[in-house]
């Protein structure tokens, strides 16, 4: 049992017109939490967004050779840009978040604000995951457009290979290391943020019942 549940549970055994002091105390308590958490939520969706910045600057030339053979840095570029774009949307938001968490005086307000932060950092999650899916679909749907093309980048020399079985191969792995990817990302949001999202929902139910008496 934490400290908020040490004060509601004294604050609710209390008789009635010591109730409302001892409300306040409660609120304090659901407040500082709520913005400690807000604030790690913002602290690790930024250590976030220079992790994978700095693991696309360590990745060499020579990984995208495939894709400027195939004419479609021009698409990878775009889409990188946009996706910088919108992630930096994101972290503004949870900075503005925590600002706003922690100039809000009164519990309603409060609520309001736990349910707007939930869902953003929700939709933050579901973009990241369906920028991974639909990104990776896009661009193989591109890629095998053009078989020919296809062919020729993959076998340059003419070797006597099945290029068939070869793109078959091509597909097949790359789908398995898109549900790999997916996966992985889904246990990293789940255990990250669904345990900051998890305490933060505890707070709105101490904060709901304490509407409610």
């Keep these: 049992m934490d400290v908020l549940d040490n004060y509601k549970k004294a604050w609710e055994n209390q008789p009635e017109e010591s109730n409302k002091l001892s409300s306040v105390e409660i609120y304090k308590m659901a407040h500082s939490r709520s913005s400690s958490i807000v604030k790690w939520i913002f602290i690790i969706g930024i250590l976030e967004f220079i992790f994978w910045t700095a693991i696309n600057l360590t990745i060499p030339d020579s990984f995208y050779k495939v894709y400027e053979d195939l004419e479609l840095m021009g ?5 990188m840009v946009l996706h910088y774009v919108i992630i930096a949307i994101f972290l503004f938001l949870f900075y503005k978040n925590f600002r706003r968490v922690s100039l809000v005086d009164n ?10 932060i939930r869902k953003t950092v ?3 999650v579901f973009y990241n995951l369906a920028t991974v899916f ?3 679909i896009i661009l193989n749907i591109v890629m095998f457009s053009d078989n020919n093309k296809l062919m ?8 006597a290979l099945d290029m068939q079985q070869v793109i078959t191969i091509t597909v ?3 789908i398995i290391a898109l549900v790999i990817i997916l996966v992985l990302l889904w246990l990293f949001y ?3 943020y669904g345990i900051l999202l998890r305490k933060l929902n505890k707070n709105y139910k101490e904060l709901v019942k304490l509407t409610d008496n």
């Design 172 to 174: 097949i792995s790359q």
């Design 152 to 159: 020729k980048v993959m076998n340059p020399d003419n070797l």
């Design 75 to 79: 698409f990878l570029n775009f889409f």
């Design 190 to 192: 789940k255990l990250v």
């Design 134 to 136: 639909l990104g990776s």
């Design 107 to 116: 519990t309603k307000n409060l609520i309001n604000r736990i349910l707007k």
């Design 122 to 124: 929700k939709y933050y």
